[in-house]
């Protein structure tokens, strides 16, 4: 159940700038150490081991909530050429009910990387996740790649859920110089909104924070839908279908 759970609500990981100088037609010799791109180190052998808490809703004639927390694994496990010659990391996805329990290999990813952008497939979809140079205040189209209409289907309820995204859903919100997450302090933390929609029946919302030289410290999702309701009570109370995932870095290479 918890592995079916995990396939069914994994979305997770990533870029896109051309600077020129438009004082001189010399094109300007940039610092890249300065465009973002250690916020997703990729190289063999890395990997990150995140706690993941679930909440999901489900209603036949009661709502039904079901906790659960597992610990996934990402771990980098191959590279190749695409056919326009980018660079593609495979990473190998593990999942284990907590650290006394033996890891089970559950599922696999590819993240493309090029000096403009990041991409993440999962199940035959690719996420921008990231684009370059990083700049607060700076959107782009993250499903720029995924039909509108494209179902996801949560606790057998079929979601839209990109059909609530506008052209530039995906934005810097902010750079901190330092922050707390549930697992610890990080430095340099990019926070990245991907998605937020409400209404009186859905409620999206999606966001992610990297950590420079780390990646992913934390990722949130909210997939929601219930029926009418007073919209200034508090939503998620009155879930009837969906989930919510809350996912913090516990340990990294």
């Given at each position: ?19 020129i ?34 909440i999901?809703?489900?209603?036949e004639?009661v ?21 326009n010659n980018?660079?593609?990391?495979s ?6 009910k907590?650290?006394s329990?033996?890891w ?18 999962e ?14 205040n ?11 209409r ?11 859920l ?6 530039n ?17 990080f ?20 966001n ?26 508090p939503?998620?109370?009155?879930a ?11 340990q990294?290479?």
């Open positions: 159940m918890v592995k079916m759970q995990f396939i069914k609500t994994i979305f997770i990981i990533l870029v896109t700038g051309l600077v100088n438009a004082c001189d037609p010399e094109v300007e010799v940039l610092d890249e150490t300065t465009f973002g791109y250690t916020y997703t180190p990729l190289e063999l052998g890395k990997f990150w081991i995140y706690k993941t808490d679930s999901y809703f489900s209603k004639i709502v039904t909530i079901d906790s659960v927390s597992v610990e996934i694994m990402e771990e980098v496990v191959d590279t190749f050429r695409n056919a980018e660079l593609v990391f990473l190998d996805q593990y999942l284990r907590d650290s329990a033996s089970e290999l559950v599922g696999n990813s590819f993240v493309t990387s090029s000096k403009s952008k990041l991409i993440k497939s199940f035959g979809l690719d996420f921008i996740k990231l684009v370059y140079p990083v700049a607060k700076k959107s782009w189209n993250g499903n720029v790649y995924i039909g509108s494209q179902l996801i289907t949560f606790q057998g309820e079929p979601f839209e990109f059909s609530y995204w506008n052209n859903s995906y934005y810097y919100v902010d750079i901190k110089p330092k922050e707390m997450i549930s697992s610890g302090s430095e340099n933390v990019l926070s990245v909104e991907e998605a937020d929609y409400t209404d009186e029946i859905i409620k999206i919302k999606s992610s924070k990297y950590a420079d030289h780390i990646g992913l410290v934390y990722h949130e999702a909210w997939f929601l839908k219930r029926g009418f309701a007073n919209p200034n009570t939503y998620d109370p009155k009837e279908r969906g989930v919510i995932i809350r996912q913090y870095l516990i990294h290479n």
